[in-house]
């Protein structure tokens, strides 16, 4: 299996603009999340799904950031206007229909890098 | 005060060194204990899973739990220049990834 795949792997905006990330699951892992990772804060769970239905966003920042999960195979993550604060490195991951229970194992992407100038 | 408390080091010993790493906790709550490995520019895998307090072995790791002091530890043995990442202690109440939190991380680099 290929793993998580995110994209773009780097991106590098101005204050402002939209800003659009993307991920593909793991094929049969019917939970997906996004998390942020700072250095300041660690990494913070954002939304995540549950058969492409979001079942908690309370970890979104605010109203300038929204997921969306189409399909069971494709989400993205916007942030519209893009802040300098939001400078990080947003990671996508899945688990198993089971949730991970009991491991709770989540399988990470590689990272979207984004920097806001 | 954070739900989970991690000291970032960095943390550097020797190859063949015996490592230590920590995080405490307030929730009493907590339950299920994991640590992930992260190396760098890459995304955290899991390492590690305990439930509840007792140790478990893994190779040349060994996770801790003791839940009477809010403590858990994650102890390397042998260390490897390989095994030179960030590690994430995480945990949740009800298991699975419900409300994992995560710590904040501590880089250890093992030097030849």
């Known amino acids: 299996d290929a793993g998580v795949i995110q994209s773009p792997r780097h991106e590098v905006t101005e204050m402002g603009q939209e800003v659009t990330l993307r991920c593909k699951p793991i094929s049969g892992h019917d939970y997906l999340f996004w998390y942020r990772q700072t250095m300041m804060r660690g990494l913070e769970l954002l939304i995540y799904f549950n058969n492409n239905v979001p079942i908690d966003d309370s970890g979104m920042p605010e109203d300038r950031f929204s997921a969306k999960m189409p399909n069971a195979s494709f989400s993205t993550l916007k942030i519209q206007p893009s802040e300098p604060r939001d400078s990080a490195v947003y990671f996508c991951?899945?688990?198993?229909?089971?949730?991970?229970?009991?491991?709770?194992?989540?399988?990470f992407g590689e990272g979207s890098r984004l920097t806001v100038l | 005060q954070k739900e989970v408390e991690q000291d970032p080091g960095p943390l550097s010993v020797p190859e063949g060194a015996i490592v230590s790493l920590n995080c405490t906790y307030s929730?009493?709550?907590?339950?299920?204990f994991m640590w992930y490995r992260q190396y760098s520019r890459k995304g955290p895998e899991l390492l590690m899973y305990?439930?509840?307090?007792g140790n478990k072995e893994d190779g040349r790791f060994t996770a801790q739990v003791d839940k009477s002091s809010k403590y858990i530890s994650l102890f390397i043995r042998d260390s490897q220049p390989s095994d030179s990442a960030t590690y994430l202690c995480a945990m949740s109440a009800r298991g699975g990834y419900n409300k994992l939190i995560f710590g904040a991380g501590t880089r250890l680099a093992v030097h030849p």
């Open positions: 991951a899945s688990s198993l229909p089971t949730g991970g229970f009991p491991t709770g194992e989540l399988f």
């Open positions: 929730n009493s709550a907590f339950q299920y």
């Open positions: 305990t439930y509840s307090s």
